[in-house]
C-alpha cells in the first residue's frame, strides 16, 4: 500500500470495512448493562478491538509500510477471534453472538484485503 500510488478503490473499500467494525463495537459496547459476567468481559473485548481499529487506522493513514500494516490488521483479527472464543460457553444472547461473530468477519476481510493489496 505505501510502495506505489494507493489503489483509491481499495483504500475506498478498506475504509468502509474499518467503519463498519468500528460502529459495530460503538453500538454493541452501547448497549451493553455490564451487570453480568459476561457482559463486562464484552465489554472489555470491545475496548480492546476499538483500541485496536484506532492502531490500523492510523498505520493506514501515516502510510507505514505494508507489513505494520498487515500486523495491525491481523492483531485486530486476533482481538475478535478472542471475544468470540470468550462468549463461546457463556449465555450471551443471540443477536449479541451474531455481531461479535459478524466484527469477526468483518475482520478477517480487513486482513484478507490488505494481504491480496500486498501481493
Given at each position: 500500500?505505501?510502495?506505489?500510488?494507493p489503489n483509491q478503490a481499495l483504500l475506498e473499500a478498506l475504509g468502509k470495512l474499518i467503519k463498519d467494525v468500528?460502529?459495530?463495537?460503538?453500538?454493541l459496547g452501547q448497549g451493553l448493562s455490564r451487570a453480568k459476567p459476561w457482559q463486562?468481559?464484552?465489554?472489555?473485548?470491545?475496548?480492546?478491538?476499538d483500541?485496536?481499529?484506532?492502531?490500523?487506522r492510523m498505520t493506514v493513514a501515516m502510510?507505514?509500510?505494508?507489513?505494520?500494516?498487515l500486523?495491525?490488521?491481523?492483531?485486530?483479527?486476533?482481538?475478535?477471534?478472542l471475544a468470540g472464543a470468550a462468549l463461546a460457553g457463556s449465555r450471551v444472547d443471540p443477536t449479541t453472538r451474531a455481531a461479535i461473530k459478524l466484527i469477526g468477519d468483518?475482520?478477517?476481510?480487513i486482513r484478507t484485503t490488505l494481504q491480496e493489496a500486498r501481493g
Open positions: 500500500m505505501s510502495g506505489n500510488a468500528q460502529d459495530l463495537v460503538m453500538l463486562r468481559q464484552l465489554s472489555a473485548h470491545l475496548a480492546d478491538i483500541r485496536q481499529l484506532q492502531v490500523l502510510e507505514k509500510q505494508d507489513g505494520e500494516i500486523e495491525a490488521a491481523e492483531q485486530l483479527a486476533g482481538l475478535s477471534r468483518l475482520t478477517v476481510r
